[in-house]
């Protein structure tokens, strides 16, 4: 299997390139196009907890409902092409044993058949940082694909990390944190505009994006038209 990212800056999509025998997993709605001898199982179970079940506690963490699932059905090699909603960037993770990735809400794109992806329930952090409540897990070995709001960037953390709550992609689990104001006060936060950020600490990998899209949801939002009844 190969993962080509196609395009550069806020377009980019990623094409997955299939063998006979080999399997890919997206969210479902990701997928632009597909060659002809690639078979598309919709489905809610994922590598992991699966079924309905499965299905809601995507749907806590921002995700889809569904996953699909892509596999050539012959003996000639096929493609895959998975875009995310938002104008983004799209980075491969390969992940390895022991050390889990956690992606941000609506952040994961795809992944290998043989990852686990599961829900992983934040608590009372989730309520806090106006991000989903919860978060999805993915572990094992494997490709992951996740993608971004603008530019999207890697950021090794040996020591500690800030980040608004708007901009994380996901992170190495090694890692944790803790969410607190960005100011030296509640008041002096919310009036710089900054509000909430998470404190990473430890060793490990932070993906971040340059652009929150709930922050340009609401600025956009009153500006569209009324619906019409």
């Known amino acids: 299997m190969d ?13 997955v390139h299939l063998n006979p025998g080999e399997e890919f997993v997206s969210e479902a709605g990701a997928m632009f196009r597909a060659s002809g001898n690639v078979d598309i199982d ?13 299905g809601v506690k995507r749907l806590l963490a921002k995700e889809s409902f569904f996953l699909s699932t892509y596999r050539v059905t012959d003996g000639s090699p096929g493609e895959v092409g998975l875009a995310p909603v938002h104008v983004g960037g799209v980075l491969p993770i390969e992940v390895r044993p022991g050390t889990a990735w956690v992606c941000a809400g609506g952040s994961y794109l795809g992944s290998g058949p043989q990852l686990e992806v599961n829900t992983q329930f934040q608590g009372f952090k989730g309520f806090l940082t106006g991000e989903s409540l919860s978060f999805v897990e993915v572990r094992g070995t494997g490709p992951l ?12 953390v040996d ?3 800030t980040v608004d709550t708007g901009h994380v992609v996901a992170f190495e689990e090694t890692l944790s ?13 919310w009036l710089a505009g900054e509000g909430i950020v998470l404190n990473f600490e430890g060793r490990g990998k932070v993906i971040c994006q340059s652009h929150n899209p709930d922050e ?10 009324e619906r019409s009844s």
């Open 42 to 54: 919709v489905t809610t179970r994922s590598m992991g907890r699966g079924g309905i079940l499965g």
């Open 159 to 161: 020591g500690a990390l």
């Open 216 to 225: 340009f949801g609401g600025l956009l939002g009153p500006k569209l038209p």
């Open 177 to 189: 944190y803790s969410v607190t104001k960005a100011g030296g006060s509640w008041i002096q936060s």
């Open 3 to 15: 993962i080509e990212i196609l395009s550069r800056g806020a377009f980019q999509s990623a094409l």
């Open 145 to 156: 694909l996740v993608s971004a709001f603008g530019r999207i960037a890697e950021h090794e």
